[in-house]
C-alpha cells in the first residue's frame, strides 16, 4: 500500500506539490492561527489613543526613509533593555500599527519610548545633521525632510485605508484629516482645538519644527517620534519583573 | 473556539503531524523496490544530455 | 533570439507587450505625480522596448520545425546576463550603504541617497536580482536536463524571466522614490506583488508541465527543491503582502495585519524567504551542478529525499526566532527555537551529502576553481545552518539579537553559501550553455575564488567581532548596577569593523566583476567545439555510457 501511494506521488508531479503544500503549510498554521484569538490573552488598554493625521503622515515618513532598518521599536524583556530604554513593549502597544515597526537591527538605539525624552528642537537640529548633537553618529542627515511642504490633501484616504484594515477611525477624523493635522502642527490656530477634541486631551499640539506657518514633513516625523511609546500608559502599569539577561556581567 | 483550546490543538496535533510525517517519508526512502529508481536517478544525470529524448 | 519564436508566437508576444504598455498607460494616468504614476510610465518604456525586439524580427524566416528535439536555452542565456548584472549592481549597492555606516557624509543632500532608502536595494538587487535571476536560469536548464525535454512553452519561460525582472525593477526604482511596505525583504508595494504573483504562476505552471512532459520515470531531486522554492514562496509572497492600498492610484497600502500578528507573518515570512528562496533553490542547484562537474554521483540519493522533507517541513516553524524575548506569546518563542535547533539535522545531511559526494575527487576540487567554488559553498552552508541553529537559542538570541551578529550569520549564508554555490553552478553551465570546452581563461575563475573567498572571511569576522562586543557592552553593569556604556560608546566601538566590512565586501564585488568579464568573453570570443553534438542527437535512453563531466 504505501509503495502504491508513493509511486502515484513520484508519477504526478501535482501530487508531489501537493505534498511540499502539506508538509510547509502546517507550521505557519500552527504558529500563526492561535495568533488571531490572541485579543483573549494579552492585556488591555482603554486608554490607548489613536495616530493623529500628523503623527500617521510621521509614521509613513518613518517608513519611507527605512528608519526601522537602523532602530528597533521593541523592548525585549531583558533588564539591560529595560533599564536602557524603559518598561518592556507589550503587545497591545502595536496593536494599531499596520505594519508593525519592530525592527530587526540596533545601528542606533530603540525608539519604542523615545517620544518625550529629547524636546522638538534636539529632534529637528538632530535630523538636520545627527553629528551636530552626537558628534561620533553615523546616522544620515534628513535636511530635505524641512524643506519638503507635507501633502496633507489625501489624509482622509490614508485614515479611511487604516480603517479598512481594522483602526477604529471615525468618519469625523477622516473628514477632518487634513485640518487635523494642520491644527496639531499649528498651536492657537482654528484647527487645534479639533485635533485635540478627537483624538483625546493628551494629543501634543505644537509648532513642531519650530515654524508654525509651513506644514513640513519634518513637522510629521518629530510629531511620530514625540508620540512613540506614549499612546497608551499599559506598560508602566505592569508589574512583572524582567528577566537578565543571560550571562550579563554584574 | 478560544485561544487555549487552538493553542492546545496546535501543540498536540502539530506534535502527531510531525511524527507521522517523518515515519512516511522514512518508509518511501528506505522501500525496497525504489532503491532501484534512486540509483539511476542519481547516475542518470551524469549522462550526456545535449538533447531531450524524443 | 526572437528568431526562434514561429511567427504566431511573435504575435502572441507583441499582444501581451502591447496589453503591458496599456496597463503602464492606465498606471501613469492613475497615478499622476504619485510614485504609481512614475512606475506606469516605467512599465510603459519596459514594455514598449521589449516590443521594439519583437517587431525587428516579426517578419524574419520562421525557425526550424524541429525545436522540439532540442533544449530551449535562449531564455537562460539571458538569465545569466540579467543574474549577473544584478549582482553587480546589489554589491555595489552594498559597498556604498556599507561605507556609508563608516562614513555616514557619504551620501547627496538628497533623500535617495539616505541608507534607509538605499539598503532595500541592496537586498532585493543580491537577493531577488542576483540570487532570483540565477534561481529562473538554472531552474530551466536542470529542468530540461534532468527530464530529458524541452521546456513546455515557447512564450512563458520569456514571461517568467522578464516579468521576474520587471518587478525587481519596480522594487528598486520604487526604494529611491520611498516606495516601501517596510517589511523587510519584501518591500515592494502592493501593485509590484501583484505582478508578481501573476509571474509565479506562470513560473510554476510552465515547471510543473515540463516536468509532466519527462521521459525519466523519477523526478531528480534538484527538481524537489526547485519546485519547493516555488511553491512556498508563491505560498509566503501572497501571505506577508496582504494589503489595502489607499487608492488605486496610490503606491502607499496598509497591511492588513497588525502589530503581533504582522511581526509573526513577517517573520514566518522572513525566515522562510532565507529557507525557500536562498536554500531550497539553491540546494537544487547544488544536487545537480556539484555532482555533474566532479563527475561523480551524489553520496547518498537516500539522504538527499529525507533532508529535502526535513528542511520543507521544519523550516515553517522557526520564523518565530527571530522575536524572541518580544512581545509575541512566549510558547511561540519556544516553538520557533525548538524547530530552529532540529533544523540542523536535515541541513547538515545536506552538508555532509555534498562534500561525500566530493570524497575521492579532492584532486580535482585542488586543481579546479569551480568545483572549490561549491565545495566552499558546502562548508559555508553547514557553518551558517549551525551558526542559524545556535542563534536561535533564547539566551544565545539574546546577546545577538539587534546586533551585527545577525549581519555576519546571514552574510556568511549569502556570500558564503549562496553565491559560492550560483557562482559555481554558473562557472559549470556557461561552458556548457554556450557549447565552449571551457570558461574563457581557468585562471580568473581562480583569482575570482580568492577574491570571493577574502572578502567573504574578512566580511564575516568583522560582523562576528563587532556584534559580540556590541552585545556584550549593551548588558555590562558597573560594579554599582549600572550600564557600563552608553549606546554612543558601543557605536564608537563598531567603527573599525564597519570600515573593515566595507573592504570585504570591496573584494567580493571585484571578484563578481571578473566573473563578468569571463563569462562575457566565454560567450563571446571563444572558438565552438568542433563538430558540436547540436545537430546530432541521440535519441537513445544513454544508460550505459560512461560519466560525461561538463569539461
Known amino acids: 500500500m504505501p509503495e502504491l501511494f508513493h509511486r502515484k506521488i513520484e508519477r504526478t508531479a501535482i501530487g508531489f506539490v501537493l505534498a511540499i503544500i502539506a508538509a510547509a503549510s502546517v507550521g505557519g498554521l500552527v504558529e500563526i492561527a492561535p495568533l488571531f484569538t490572541i485579543h483573549e490573552t494579552v492585556e488591555e488598554a482603554p486608554d490607548m489613543r489613536l495616530y493623529t493625521p500628523l503623527e500617521l503622515a510621521g509614521r509613513n515618513i518613518y ?32 496593536k494599531y500599527d499596520h505594519p508593525m515597526l519592530w525592527g530587526s537591527k540596533r545601528t542606533g538605539p530603540d525608539l519604542a519610548r523615545i517620544g518625550g525624552k529629547y524636546s522638538d528642537l534636539w529632534h529637528v537640529t538632530h535630523l538636520m545633521n545627527p553629528r551636530d548633537v552626537v558628534p561620533e553618529s553615523n546616522m544620515p542627515s534628513y535636511r530635505f525632510l524641512a524643506r519638503t511642504p507635507l501633502e496633507t490633501a489625501d489624509f482622509g484616504m490614508q485614515l479611511a485605508a487604516m480603517r479598512e484594515v481594522g483602526v477604529p477611525y471615525t468618519d469625523d477624523m477622516i473628514a477632518n484629516a ?24 493628551k494629543t501634543q499640539v505644537s509648532a513642531f519644527d519650530g515654524v508654525a506657518t509651513e506644514l513640513t514633513e519634518m513637522d510629521a516625523l518629530v510629531a511620530y517620534l514625540q508620540v512613540l511609546g506614549r499612546l497608551t500608559d499599559a506598560a508602566y502599569k505592569q508589574t512583572a519583573a524582567s528577566e537578565k539577561a543571560p550571562g550579563s556581567q554584574q | 473556539m478560544d485561544h487555549d483550546t487552538l493553542v492546545a490543538f496546535s501543540k498536540s496535533w502539530g506534535l502527531f503531524y510531525l511524527i507521522a510525517f517523518a515515519i512516511g517519508v522514512c518508509v518511501y526512502a528506505f522501500w525496497p523496490s525504489n532503491r532501484k529508481m534512486f540509483d539511476d536517478a542519481k547516475k542518470n544525470i551524469l549522462d550526456r544530455d545535449d538533447t531531450p529524448w524524443q | 533570439m526572437i528568431t526562434e519564436l514561429t511567427s504566431s508566437e511573435r504575435q502572441y508576444a507583441a499582444v501581451i507587450l502591447v496589453v503591458m504598455a496599456m496597463v503602464g498607460v492606465a498606471m501613469a494616468a492613475l497615478g499622476r505625480s504619485d510614485p504609481f504614476g512614475v512606475h506606469g510610465v516605467i512599465v510603459l518604456v519596459y514594455s514598449v522596448g521589449l516590443l521594439f525586439l519583437v517587431l525587428s524580427s516579426f517578419y524574419a524566416p520562421e525557425p526550424r520545425t524541429d525545436r522540439q528535439a532540442s533544449y530551449y536555452d535562449d531564455p537562460i542565456k539571458v538569465g545569466i546576463a540579467l543574474s549577473m548584472a544584478w549582482a553587480v549592481f546589489g554589491m555595489f549597492m552594498g559597498v556604498w550603504i556599507a561605507a556609508q555606516l563608516a562614513w555616514p557624509t557619504l551620501a547627496f543632500d538628497a533623500a535617495w541617497s539616505t541608507f534607509g532608502r538605499l539598503r532595500p536595494t541592496h537586498t532585493t538587487g543580491v537577493i531577488f536580482g542576483f540570487g532570483g535571476n540565477a534561481l529562473i536560469a538554472t531552474s530551466f536548464h536542470v529542468v530540461q536536463r534532468t527530464s530529458r525535454a524541452r521546456l513546455a512553452g515557447q512564450i512563458s519561460p520569456w514571461f517568467v524571466l522578464l516579468g521576474f525582472n520587471l518587478f525587481c525593477i519596480l522594487a528598486v526604482t520604487g526604494y529611491v522614490m520611498g516606495v516601501t511596505q ?4 519584501a518591500e515592494a508595494e502592493w501593485y509590484a506583488d501583484l505582478w508578481l504573483v501573476v509571474v509565479w504562476v506562470t513560473y510554476f505552471i510552465l515547471y510543473l508541465r515540463t516536468l509532466a512532459r519527462r521521459k525519466e520515470p523519477h523526478i531528480y531531486v534538484a527538481n524537489w527543491y526547485y519546485m519547493a522554492f516555488i511553491v512556498v514562496v508563491a505560498i509566503l509572497h501572497i501571505v506577508n503582502n496582504l ?54 554521483p551524489i553520496f547518498s540519493y537516500r539522504l538527499s529525499i529525507l533532508s529535502f522533507w526535513g528542511i520543507t517541513f521544519f523550516y515553517m516553524w522557526a520564523g518565530s526566532h527571530h522575536l524572541h524575548y518580544t512581545a509575541l506569546p512566549h510558547w511561540v518563542q519556544n516553538l520557533g527555537m525548538t524547530f530552529s535547533v532540529m533544523l540542523l539535522v536535515p541541513s547538515w545531511a545536506s552538508a555532509g551529502n555534498a562534500l561525500l559526494t566530493l570524497n575521492g575527487a579532492w584532486h580535482k576540487v585542488r586543481d579546479d576553481a569551480t568545483l572549490r ?46 553565491a559560492f554555490i ?29 577574491l570571493a573567498l577574502a572578502g567573504t572571511l574578512i566580511y564575516v569576522f568583522a560582523m562576528w567581532n563587532s556584534g559580540i562586543i556590541q552585545g556584550l557592552m549593551w548588558r555590562t553593569y558597573t560594579e554599582d548596577g549600572t550600564l557600563a556604556y552608553s549606546f554612543v560608546d558601543s557605536l564608537i566601538a563598531m567603527y573599525p569593523y564597519y570600515i573593515a566590512r566595507a573592504f570585504g565586501g570591496l573584494l567580493f ?6 566573473a563578468c568579464y569571463n563569462i562575457w568573453m566565454t560567450a563571446r570570443a571563444t572558438p565552438l567545439i568542433a563538430g558540436s553534438q547540436l545537430d546530432l542527437p541521440d535519441r537513445r535512453p544513454a544508460t550505459g555510457t560512461a560519466p560525461s563531466p561538463a569539461e
Open chain 1, 178 to 201: 487634513a485640518r487635523d493635522a494642520l491644527g496639531q502642527a499649528t498651536p492657537d490656530s482654528d484647527f487645534s482645538a479639533g485635533v485635540v477634541e478627537r483624538y483625546g486631551e
Open chain 3, 243 to 296: 494589503a489595502v492600498p489607499v487608492s488605486i492610484g496610490h503606491a502607499k497600502s496598509y497591511t492588513i495585519w497588525a502589530g503581533v500578528q504582522d511581526a509573526m507573518v513577517q517573520w514566518w515570512y522572513g525566515h522562510n524567504a532565507v529557507a525557500f528562496f536562498l536554500t531550497s533553490g539553491f540546494l537544487g542547484m547544488m544536487y545537480y551542478y556539484l555532482p555533474k562537474r566532479a563527475g561523480r
Open chain 3, 509 to 514: 564585488l571585484l571578484g563578481a566583476l571578473v
Open chain 3, 182 to 185: 517596510s517589511k523587510e525583504y
Open chain 3, 373 to 418: 567554488f561549491m565545495m566552499v559553498a558546502a562548508v559555508f552552508y553547514g557553518l551558517s545552518t549551525f551558526e542559524g541553529s545556535f542563534l536561535a537559542i533564547r539566551p544565545v538570541n539574546s546577546l545577538s539579537h539587534y546586533t551585527d551578529w545577525t549581519i555576519g550569520h546571514v552574510h556568511a549564508g549569502a556570500l558564503g553559501w549562496v
Open chain 3, 422 to 450: 550560483t557562482f559555481g553552478s554558473l562557472y559549470t553551465l556557461v561552458p556548457a550553455l554556450w557549447k565552449r570546452d571551457a570558461m574563457h581563461s581557468a585562471a580568473l575563475v581562480e583569482v575570482h575564488f580568492w
Open chain 1, 63 to 94: 517608513e519611507r526613509e527605512g528608519c526601522y532598518a537602523c532602530h528597533s521599536q521593541m523592548i525585549r524583556t531583558l533588564r539591560d533593555d529595560v533599564e536602557r530604554y524603559g518598561p518592556y513593549s507589550l503587545a497591545v502597544e502595536s
